[in-house]
């Protein structure tokens, strides 16, 4: 069974930084795409970025270009969001999603985590 543990949310001041991480546990046999989205109150959930196996040519939402950053560590099946310049705007349930196999012989499947908090007060 694959579980995902975000970690790294809280509250921060507009301007501050704050770094989300996404654990990937389990039976993974190899983790394809994975990302972050993001859910705020009465909005659909959208995504924020999200990387490739090899890290390259990362997506972003045009909203966060320039002060958000993905990153992955294969090793440990783990993807980074380093959030800069937070704004208001940016608060937000923050969630983590992988597209991983479990097993050679199964298909890609999507995973989620249970989401974290990101609060940026004015």
């Known amino acids: 069974q694959v579980h995902l543990v975000e970690s790294g949310g809280g509250l921060v001041q507009a301007g501050g930084s704050l770094r989300l991480s996404c654990a990937a546990s389990?039976?993974?046999?190899?983790?394809?795409?994975m990302g972050w989205y993001r859910q705020a109150p009465g909005k659909q959930r959208e995504l924020v970025a999200a990387?490739?196996?090899?890290?390259?040519?990362?997506t972003y939402a045009d909203s966060v270009k320039g002060r958000f950053t993905i990153s992955r560590d294969n090793g440990k099946n783990t993807v980074y969001l380093q959030m800069n310049s937070l704004k208001p705007e940016d608060t937000a349930v923050y969630y983590c999603?992988?597209?991983?196999?479990?097993?050679?012989?199964?298909?890609?499947?999507?995973?989620w985590g249970q989401g974290t908090q990101v609060t940026v007060s004015s």
């Open positions: 999603n992988a597209d991983l196999r479990e097993r050679p012989s199964t298909n890609l499947r999507t995973f």
């Open positions: 389990g039976s993974i046999y190899i983790a394809n795409r």
């Open positions: 990387v490739t196996t090899t890290g390259g040519n990362p």
